[in-house]
């Protein structure tokens, strides 16, 4: 029922705008109902912002889906785009019903599967300079792994493959930030001292925990989202095209190792976000179809690929 009154009042909406508004309505329903321990200025921006994410989306949901132009890429790719500002309210989002972290737990955790606190002794029995750059190279380029394995399919003419990208990462990006929003862990970043000595001399890892001082949204540690979206990224593509997967895979597993190694996530951590990933792109598939709002067969269709 309330897809075919979707159908009607936004009959080129695509499954990625139906799932963009419907976590934008969820989280700002949240700090609406139960934010009244936000500063009033803070809540009242979350607030407006949400309104105003909610009506750039429908202005999209209205917009035909093209092919090979540049409004059509904007026009796909905006839910991503936006989900930076999602991110950053997370710090506050998940303090409405947790007080602190629950990093104690997830300690314990990780003594029970590895015997240790990986997230600390790994950089401490390899420490190494251009170890230390190389895994922090990999872990900061999750900024452009999506772009990237987005523009491979745009470019190879995978458009279909370029819309389930879209699609899947958006379902793996708000199951992340709904855990995080209950279950918030601050994780190593944020436990333990930051690497220190030679290897912090390191260009690479200066300009990392630069970008951290305020790009890190306390309270997302677990499961790691870079991993699970890194992970389905690598599904996606290999769906798809495994020219595309065969380019990413060396910088998803450089990633996942790297998470680690720069004490920005536990291990288990790493763990849980491997499986969110591979338990959560076989629910999205399944959804995307679900969520259609009108005839398929058309060039811009979300759901048309080509299997290689």
Request: aromatic share 16%; proline share 5%; with cysteine.
């Amino acid at each position: 029922m309330a897809l075919s009154w979707v159908g009607r009042r936004l009959p080129e909406a695509q499954p990625s705008d139906l799932v963009f508004m419907g976590y934008v309505a969820f989280s700002g329903a949240l700090i609406l109902f139960f934010g009244w321990s936000m500063p009033f200025g803070l809540r009242a921006g979350l607030i407006l912002g949400h309104l105003a994410l909610l009506a750039l989306s429908v202005w999209f949901a209205r917009q035909p889906v093209r092919d090979h132009s540049w409004f059509g890429v904007l026009r796909d790719v905006y839910p991503i785009a936006l989900i930076a500002f999602l991110y950053w309210e997370l710090r506050f989002i998940s303090q409405l019903f947790t007080q602190g972290y629950h990093d104690p737990l997830i300690l314990a955790l990780e003594e029970a599967v590895f015997g240790e606190q990986i997230s600390m002794t790994f950089s401490m029995r390899w420490p190494v300079l251009w170890m230390s750059e190389l895994f922090h190279l990999f872990y900061s380029l999750y900024w452009i792994l999506l772009p990237l394995a987005g523009a491979g399919l745009y470019l190879r003419g995978r458009i279909g493959g370029f819309r389930e990208l879209i699609f899947v990462e958006q379902i793996v990006f708000y199951t992340c930030y709904i855990v995080f929003i209950f279950f918030p862990v601050a994780g190593p970043h944020y436990q333990f001292p930051a690497i220190s000595g030679a290897l912090a001399e390191g260009n690479v890892y200066r300009f990392v925990h630069w970008v951290l001082e305020d790009g890190g949204s306390k309270g997302a540690a677990f499961p790691s989202s870079h991993v699970a979206v890194a992970v389905a990224v690598l599904l996606v593509a290999w769906r798809h095209d495994k020219l595309v997967m065969a380019a990413m895979l060396p910088l998803v597993v450089g990633l996942t190792v790297g998470t680690v190694y720069g004490r920005f996530h536990y291990g288990v951590d790493t763990l849980s976000g491997v499986i969110m990933g591979l338990a959560v792109v076989p629910l999205a598939l399944y959804l995307q179809p679900l969520l259609v709002v009108r005839g398929s067969g058309e060039a811009g269709n979300s759901l048309g690929s080509s299997i290689v």
